[in-house]
């Protein structure tokens, strides 16, 4: 295997997670895909023989990407093509389609465009991926405390803007159902809850498919007894196991056709501190 090959199987396994964050950056499957492929681009240029965190170097990547898209498509007052769907591309990936679609709903996309670029990108990246403020503000060439407050003029527009009450109940009883299956050990009311290619990334890794991450969270039923639904990044339902009244690990999770279809396990302290995270 060449170094070239190695370094493709390596970024396979972080194209999903970059097309979500570029999907819910843009809001277009086209164009989230156009700033993948410019991601592989750089990465193939660049020499990267030092960095520790591909998934996270890569993220970053796709961020500025994304903010140049952004800043561009804004300066010459355009739309994306697409509206709410992804639009088919050369190899269609249903499964994949399926899961940008459910998981940027139209309320949510239609307030995201009203942000500035900057807004837009600082929660996106914070609020709904965990990415800490020192990062993003390299990204924007700010400070973190100015990363930290665009986020949060974001978070209230974005707060006052949606009505995702019917989607936040449905994803209710999706995570509902998931947590007394963890609880219980219950293998099959898992693989009922999980979508058949569901992701789990951690900073341990990524387990593929439901019943990989079934296994994985029946062994976990002593950390499901104590987990507790919450609201994280006031956008998607997901779980917290709380120590001393904060979050020491988080579940976030991301929905496709009312099955969990990527699920962020988020313990790095750092990371915990920079979520907002609230029980419901």
Same mark, same amino acid.
């Given at each position: 295997?060449?170094?070239?090959?190695?370094?493709?199987?390596?970024?396979?396994?972080?194209?999903?997670?970059?097309?979500?964050?570029?999907?819910?950056?843009?809001?277009?499957a086209a164009?989230?895909?156009?700033?993948?492929?410019?991601?592989?681009f750089r990465?193939?240029?660049?020499?990267?023989?030092?960095?520790?965190? @591909?998934?996270?170097?890569l993220?970053?990547?796709?961020g500025? =990407?994304?903010? +140049?898209?952004?800043?561009?498509r804004?300066s010459?007052?355009?739309?994306?093509?697409?509206?709410?769907?992804?639009?088919p591309?050369?190899e269609?990936d249903?499964?994949?389609?399926a899961?940008?679609?459910?998981?940027v709903?139209p309320?949510?996309?239609?307030? @995201?465009?009203?942000?500035?670029?900057?807004?837009? @990108?600082a929660?996106?990246?914070?609020?709904?991926f965990?990415?800490?403020?020192e990062?993003?503000g390299?990204? @924007?060439?700010r400070?973190?405390?100015?990363?930290r407050?665009?986020a949060?003029?974001?978070?209230?527009?974005?707060?006052?803007g949606q009505?995702?009450?019917?989607?936040?109940?449905?994803q209710?009883?999706v995570?509902?159902?998931?947590?007394?299956?963890a609880r219980?050990?219950?293998?099959?009311?898992?693989?009922?809850?999980l979508?058949?290619?569901?992701?789990a990334?951690?900073e341990?890794?990524?387990?593929?498919?439901?019943?990989?991450?079934? &296994?994985?969270a029946?062994?976990?039923?002593?950390? &499901?007894?104590?987990?507790r639904?919450v609201l =994280?990044?006031?956008?998607t339902?997901?779980?917290?196991v709380?120590? +001393?009244?904060?979050?020491?690990?988080?579940?976030?999770?991301?929905?496709?056709?009312?099955r969990?279809a990527v699920?962020d396990?988020?313990?790095?302290?750092a990371?915990?501190?920079?979520?907002t995270v609230e029980?419901?």
């Open positions: 295997m060449t170094d070239n090959d190695f370094l493709a199987q390596r970024f396979e396994a972080h194209r999903g997670h970059l097309r979500a964050v570029a999907h819910r950056m843009l809001g277009s164009e989230a895909e156009d700033a993948v492929q410019e991601a592989w990465l193939i240029r660049s020499d990267t023989g030092e960095v520790e965190n @591909l998934g996270g170097w993220t970053t990547v796709v500025r =990407v994304c903010l +140049d898209m952004l800043r561009s804004r010459r007052g355009e739309q994306p093509l697409e509206t709410w769907r992804p639009a591309s050369a269609p249903p499964a994949q389609d899961l940008l679609a459910d998981s709903g309320a949510l996309l239609v307030v @995201l465009d009203t942000l500035s670029p900057a807004e837009r @990108l929660f996106v990246l914070h609020d709904l965990g990415v800490p403020f990062e993003i390299g990204i @924007l060439g400070s973190p405390a100015a990363a407050q665009l949060s003029r974001a978070r209230r527009r974005v707060r006052g009505a995702p009450e019917a989607d936040l109940a449905r209710r009883e995570v509902d159902a998931f947590l007394a299956a219980n050990g219950d293998f099959d009311g898992l693989l009922e809850v979508d058949p290619e569901v992701e990334r951690s341990a890794g990524v387990k593929s498919g439901a019943a990989r991450v079934a &296994a994985g029946a062994s976990f039923a002593h950390l &499901a007894r104590v987990a639904p =994280v990044g006031g956008t339902t997901g779980l917290a709380f120590a +001393d009244g904060r979050p020491e690990r988080v579940l976030a999770f991301t929905f496709a056709a009312d969990i699920i396990i988020i313990t790095e302290p990371r915990l501190a920079d979520l029980e419901v």
